[in-house]
């Protein structure tokens, strides 16, 4: 690139710098981001993908793609000196943040995988096979599924469980669909 500056007049130099660098900060950021939005649709299109997976997909990316080009672009002006550190550090606060939250989080992705993927609805008996645990389904909350054994005791089972053992589902007469469930104020019975 120092060639092509060299080519202009000494004044001229550094505001050509700085534009190549632009253009090809941005250039490259939204090859990046049509590539990996490229992919995405493409899973959506063949059905190996979820659409509210990719929409989660292509928010992340769009977001990553402009906060690393903003950082960039500011360390290229001068204007951001350590950019990659600060940026270092709060991504690892988050990364503790997320780690000291983990276990809400991860039920909360699972519930919302649970909606997505719907392996039982509210009305079905399901089983935690090996850990005893069967009842049928009759509320879904962000962190627990709350079954009803056959004695009438209840049980909250984090959702986080379902993913984590083995499942048995047995199709129920009244089923209520998961995401119709968090709608509701009061519990099946």
């Not at 660098?21 to 063949?46: E, H, P």
């Not at 990364?95 to 609805?121: E, H, Q, R, Y």
């Not at 129920?172 to 519990?187: F, T």
Request: hydrophobic share 55%; aromatic share 10%; proline share 4%.
């Amino acid at each position: 690139m120092d060639w092509f500056v060299g080519l202009f007049p000494e004044s001229w130099q550094s505001l050509v710098r700085h534009a190549l660098v632009f253009a090809l900060v941005i250039g490259g950021s939204l090859v990046v981001y049509s590539l990996v939005k490229a992919l995405l649709d493409r899973g959506v299109r063949r059905k190996a993908l979820p659409e509210p997976v990719a929409v989660v997909g292509r928010l992340v990316v769009r977001w990553t793609v402009i906060v690393v080009a903003l950082v960039m672009l500011l360390q290229d002006l001068g204007l951001a000196q350590g950019a990659w550190a600060v940026l270092s550090a709060a991504l690892a606060m988050v990364a503790v943040g997320f780690f000291a939250v983990w276990s809400t989080l991860g039920n909360i992705m699972c519930t919302l995988l649970l909606l997505i993927f719907k392996p039982f609805k509210v009305g079905d008996t399901v089983e935690l096979v090996g850990d005893g645990v069967k009842g049928r389904v009759i509320d879904l909350t962000f962190m627990f599924t709350t079954l009803r054994e056959e004695d009438g005791a209840l049980v909250r089972v984090p959702n986080v469980q379902f993913f984590q053992k083995n499942t048995r589902c047995y199709p129920g007469d009244q089923v209520v669909e998961l995401d119709e469930q968090l709608r509701r104020d009061e519990p099946t019975e």
